[in-house]
Structures are given as structure tokens and as C-alpha cells.
């Protein structure tokens, strides 16, 4: 198992930054070097608890999907993502939001076990957890670029049709 975690700061508020990290639009937005896109479950708007959502994206030159489902929701501290169904052996994404003097500090950490048993373990050794943590670190500049713009608050309502 590997864990990775990230912090990244941003000039916006902690109900901002969690909304953003939990639309679906924002997701799409935030990873547009994979092609990922939403392919079934809730495949627009805010996502909230036990809501699924399928990712379909190019990773490593294959193309996946990928479907979690948000297990835990404390709005605008904390929420979780697990996956249900995917080429990871196991993968949860928890997603911090703690005040800052600035506005928020977004932590990611994200726990995962490479599929595949022992052969899994040397890819998540020679390159996996390289990889997965760049993915996570694009989105998380991407979150805060969308975040810091002045237009971030309208951006989010118009993306955003549910609760």
C-alpha cells in the first residue's frame, strides 16, 4: 500500500475550494492531459454522499475506467472517495479543507494498492506512486487556478446543478 499526500494553498475560501474539488465539471476541467471524462453515475454538477461517478480517461497510453463512490461528507471540511471498480487493487482520496490565513489549505491524501500482487508493488515502486502524485498535483494547481480566478465563484454555480 502507498500513500501520498499534497497540500496545496489557495486564496479562497474553504466552501469555494470544496465545491470546486467535488464538481464534476471542475474534474473535467482539472485533468484535460488524460481526456478524462464522466461516463456514468452523476456525470454533472456537485457530487455528495454515495453519489458514483465512472471516469473514463488515457493513462500510461491505455485508456481505464474507473468508479467511486463519495463515502464520507462533512461539507466544506472533508470528503472521501472510493473506488468501486478499477485497476487499482484499492484506492481512497480523502479531501482536506482547513482555513488558512489566506483563505484554504487543501490536502489531498491519497491511500492506494497497485493491482496485480507482487508485480503491482514493483510498478507502484519504479513509477505508480511518481505518476499518480503528478496527476494529483496537476489537478490540485488546476483547483486552485480555477479557485483564485474572479470568476470563480460564478464559475462554480454555473457548473454546479446540484446540492
Not at 492506494?112 to 505508480?128: E, H, N, Q, S, Y
Amino acid at each position: 500500500m502507498s500513500r501520498i499526500r499534497i497540500e496545496t494553498d489557495i486564496g479562497a475560501p474553504p466552501e469555494m475550494c470544496f465545491d470546486l474539488a467535488r464538481s464534476v465539471e471542475a474534474h473535467i476541467a482539472s485533468t484535460g492531459e488524460t481526456g478524462e471524462r464522466a461516463v456514468a453515475g452523476v456525470t454533472r454538477g456537485l457530487l455528495a454522499l454515495d453519489d458514483s461517478v465512472t471516469w473514463r480517461a488515457r493513462h500510461l497510453g491505455v485508456t481505464w475506467e474507473l468508479t467511486s463512490r463519495i463515502t464520507a461528507f462533512d461539507r466544506p471540511r472533508h470528503f472521501r472517495d472510493e473506488m468501486t471498480r478499477g485497476v487499482f487493487a484499492r484506492l481512497v482520496h480523502d479531501h482536506y479543507f482547513e482555513p488558512s490565513p489566506n483563505g484554504t489549505r487543501m490536502v489531498d491524501e491519497c491511500d492506494f494498492t497497485a493491482p496485480l500482487g507482487p508485480l503491482g508493488m514493483i510498478a507502484d515502486r519504479v513509477f505508480l506512486a511518481r505518476y499518480l502524485r503528478r496527476f494529483l498535483q496537476t489537478r490540485a494547481r488546476a483547483l486552485k487556478r480555477f479557485a483564485e480566478s474572479g470568476d470563480a465563484r460564478a464559475w462554480t454555480l454555473q457548473h454546479s446543478l446540484r446540492p
